[in-house]
């Protein structure tokens, strides 16, 4: 049984760091994560204790032990692969961007509609100078999710 805590508590261990620190252990070029290993580490551990705990053979204790830690570090990469891959892309620039003013914009606060065509929703923005709603602005620079625009004319 003591084989069994001490591997449940070094991938307990392994797992924690994978999730505060990130990744520490990426093997075969993401195919197997730390993440992963942490978690059938810890099932191993789990299951292993459980078996010897019910006074069922050794052998029996190891070999369903592997055999559900196989199992649960492939469905964790799966998803952790799933995850990765989903993540958003690198972020575009708005610089230059057009759009609306939705409210009237000052230094503190307004609210615009860019015309990009990968710009769904509204942003905050802010102006050095008052614009009204309505008007038509240029985005100077991005901070986050904010904008910071100037009123832009037709001859610009």
Do not use: C
């Not at 059938?40 to 053979?57: C, H, K, M, W, Y």
């Not at 609306?100 to 929703?121: C, F, K, N, Q, Y």
Request: net charge negative.
């Amino acid at each position: 049984m003591i084989v069994f805590l001490v591997i449940g508590i070094a991938a307990l261990a392994l797992l924690l760091l994978s999730l505060l620190v990130g990744e520490i252990v990426d093997l075969g070029d993401g195919s197997l994560s730390g993440t992963s290993l942490g978690v059938g580490g810890v099932v191993f551990g789990s299951v292993g204790v459980i078996v010897t705990a019910n006074d069922l053979p050794t052998w029996v204790a190891y070999v369903g032990s592997l055999v559900v830690a196989v199992v649960v570090v492939l469905v964790v990469q799966r998803l952790v692969t799933h995850l990765r891959d989903s993540e958003d892309g690198t972020p575009v620039s708005l610089v230059g961007v057009q759009g609306t003013a939705t409210t009237a914009i000052d230094p503190s606060r307004g609210e615009v509609s860019l015309d990009a065509a990968h710009e769904l929703e509204r942003r905050l923005a802010w102006s050095e100078e008052p614009i009204p709603e309505g008007a038509r602005v240029v985005v100077l620079e991005q901070s986050g999710s904010k904008v910071r625009v100037r009123r832009h004319f037709a001859n610009d």
